[in-house]
């Protein structure tokens, strides 16, 4: 069973960013977007009622945005993800050999 954090930081449990990670990412951005919007529309410009009267542009638009933030992510995640395991992996054999296999990195 997946808690939250393994989840929201799937390396911690030498994991990839997957479906669940991307889902996650996708209802945060919209929830973070909508309550941009509240605090501008609701609170500083006391309009609360074009806030939920503007739902139906609002909600789609936050969506299109959250998807895409989440798709662009997603595939930079992979990369991330497979250097990470790569880098844990190689400091697993040691402070040193992680070192020198830096070192020789660096060098060629």
Known sequence: ??????????????RTFGF?????????IIAEIEALVLVALGI????LDLFIDLQTAILPAAAIVAFAGGAVF??????????????????????????EQLARRRQG
């Open 1 to 14: 069973m997946s808690s939250l954090l393994d989840i929201a930081f799937p390396y911690r449990a030498k």
């Open 20 to 28: 669940a990670s991307f889902a996650l990412l996708v209802l945060v």
């Open 44 to 47: 500083i410009a006391h309009r």
């Open 74 to 99: 997603w595939w930079r995640a992979r990369a991330w993800n497979r250097r990470r395991m790569q880098m844990l992996d190689e400091w697993a054999a040691g402070g040193s050999a992680f070192g």
